[in-house]
């Protein structure tokens, strides 16, 4: 195949399937990033309807605590209020303030319990008038909506408004001078809301402060569950400790979210972060090694459907050549014994020998050209039908040391008559075997046939017998020139010759060793090829001792 | 009942008091109400200015129903499944937890949660008793991950809350062998979630298995919650326990038990010894969310007398009780006020000890020793609090010597060992946990179950 060819080969089938790689790869990279958007956009949006909710239901409890705070009886505000604290697990304390950096309730006295102290200490800047309590309307308008709750929020929402302390009053008329508000209060870190009341501007304010830990020990039961094995929801603190998640794996690297919402207004600087354990990102990463793969697969497809519709055209280019080659030397050698039987047929036809010896002489040369004639046809039809798979085999038992010394005591005169002296090698044994015997004489005979013809020079040759277990090996030896390196490998394929010119002093299809080869195949055997150091080859035919022909 | 009145008319005060009881007696029979002793230290109080006394204040809870006449009870069982539980610890508690399971009836309510970094309710809260599906829920419960003892906690009482009424005994059953690490994992904050938990009158139990849970945060929550606390050390102790607790569960003869002991004007608290409790101007009140039958839980409260005479009577404390009868969920109101005999006479006062009450002060005392020592050893003062250990087991010693009291001079001996492998090893992890554990079982009454 001319290079030019090869370039061009090149040039159509390469080139296009690189540019098709490339976009593919471009736009799955942009398909990539995609999806990676849209993945952080659903968890955002997932978290923040979390964030939601909770926000949600902070907000109403303030309002329902506020309502309830306003509610209180105004004559007797404390026991209303420590009866609600002791009841309410919503509530962790109350307290009254006289607007005049004295508080009223809880005093400072003997019985102060440790709680009330801290709680004192606590909201010191407040009480102290340091830091105003916020002016803040109330906010009538809030309506609860509860048909959306699930049971754990309404639940915690009764508590908000739970006020059997007290008769329901219609404060709402009231609400006018009524000032409320709620203060998100961080000491030490830690988040704390007080709710505060006040009926009017000189009155003593009034509130509670919220149990956070009731608060949050009621919202993460409705924290929602996470299916994916992937991904962890966690609410998250102030102090960027995660309260609750859920999810199935530890949290690793709290600070670095892979999305992350605040719950703004009702817990200041509270969120909710979603964490990956890293397989997300591995996921979508993934997602293009997958396509890139998918891709490659697809440029190599193509690529080899080239490189084998190549090779095959080369094959069959290779294989009209030695079909050429084969009919040209096949006439050649059906040719040359016509000439001789006709040149001598025409002799004899015109009855001018009247020698005897030569009339004999001439009669020989037709016989024996016309079975040279008739081994090349046989040849050659066996070699159709054994191609085809048409050849039938016919088994029988025989005893192949007596076979050899048979086929030596006929062929003997032929190697003779070439200058070969031929030996033969194998003890004195009953070698019984079970197997096609004409097919064994056609085997023999290609192979004595090559030996006279191509290794005459030689002077000698050895047909050797051995026996193992299942196999007979039998070795034709001969000191012939042995066969070109380069061939060796070849001499087994159909119609290949080591001289293929028209003008070869040898004579032959090609066809004998492949007609062998596969004849000792279909028997359950082989034929091995091995050079003789000193020069010389050796053909040894393995012969299965009981062949069991699949019909 | 009017303070006032009684101290007037002592008499008077103790015929209204006759007519209280057979009040009472109409609607249960005497032996299924819970009976209040009113004692002090001393038969004989010192009298004259400013001088303290104890006052001791029993609540004899009946003996327990029959079997099959309880009230029934909403139990959850918290299970920390986290890595460290792998193994036999997990499988114990399993099965303890099924055995449990095994012995409620068909009107018992029943959940179990399971956390480790997150929190998962394995069976949720349902009546009826065992079934072979909730057993093999149980059994499917498999060890990983973190510990969210808050949020199992707190998923437990979700459980609880979904059948919150009268008519149960609420129970929650920790079970944990690790540190809380997600979520509020400081004893104060689950002390809190405890007293959050108490104002619905859900008790927690905790049961420590080996030696690397946090016993501060765990005996915290069962104190403010009023529920049993445990140590275990290894697995295989963990049936027992829990069909320990169980029993106490199951027999829970008053509920949301609230004393209110109203004093007179010349006698002012102190302090509770022990117990949790709230000091007002006129008295102290107590909450406990359950009596078990057949058991005895005291008050002991420290009070200044003054202003008495030389020989007189007086009342020195009224206690009031109210609380549900478990199985009908009757309210039901016991008074009962203590009187006091004054004298000037010395020998008379010295020899009138009450040891009743001082066995008790003192193993009280002892309990909080035993705190007091591990706060000292936690700031680093081994020393010092081996000598508190020491001086605690002497001075118990003495007064079990002087009554002849083996189970008093058991304890001071058992405390002088841990005072002596606390100096010589430092505190151990197993030694605090010794210590926490029975300081708050002794606080709170609880009968050590072996």
Redesign the interface.
Known sequence: MSKRKIIFYWITILVPAFIIGACAVILLSHEQDRRNMEAIQALESRAESIADSIGFTVETLKDELIRSLAAVDENNIKNSLVNWKNKNPLIRNVFIWDRNERLLFPEDSRLFSSEERLFVKRYQALFSKRIPFEKEKMDNASQVKTSSESSGKKELLKLASQRTFIQERDYSKESKNFSSGWIPWYMENSLYLLGWVSRDKKAPVYGVEIEMVTLISRLITDFPLTTENDMVFALVDGKNQVIHQSGPFEIKDIDNPFVSVPLSGSLPLWKISVYTDGSLSKQSSGFFYLSLILVLIFLSSIISGGVLIFKQAQKNYMEAMQKTSFVASVSHELKTPLTSIRMYSELLSCQKVNDEKKLKKYADVIKSESERLTRLVNNILDFSSLEQGRKKYCLTEFDLGEFIKNFSSIHRQRFFDEGIELYLDLAEDKYLVKTDRDCMEQVFLNLSDNIIKYAAEGKHAVIKLGAEKDFYNISFIDRGPGIPHGHRKKIFEKFHRVDTSLTAEKSGSGLGLAITAKILKDLGGDLVFTPVKEGGSCFTVIISKNVTMEE | MDKLNKSRIKFFGIIVFALFFCFSYSHASSDKKIKVVIETDRYVLPAGDLKTAVIKITLDAPLSYDSDKRPPVNLSIVMDRSGSMTGAKLDKAKKAAIEALKRLGSNDVFSVVAYD????TVIPAAMGGYTEYAESKIRSIEAG??T?L??G???A??EI?KNLNERFIHRIILLSDGLAN???NTPE?LG??G???L??SISVTTIGVGTDYNEDLMTGLSQKSDGNTYFVESAKDLPSIFSAELGDALSVAAKKVAVKISLPENVKPVSIIGREG????SGVEIFMNQLYAGQEKYILLEVEISGTKDNSNIDIASAEVEYLEPLSNEKIKIRKTGQAYFSKNKDKVSASENINVLREYHLNINALAQEKAISLSDKGKTKEAAKELKSSADNLMDFGRKYNDREVMDEALKLEQKAESLEEDGMSKKLRKVLRTNSYQMKNQQTEKE
Not at chain 2, 278 to 281: G, I, N, V, Y
């Open positions: 970094t997150s929190v998962n991950g973190n969210a808050f949020g906690v707190s998923q009482a979700a809350r997600v979520g509020p904050d809190r979630l007293t959050a938990l104002k619905e709230k000091l007002t101007d």
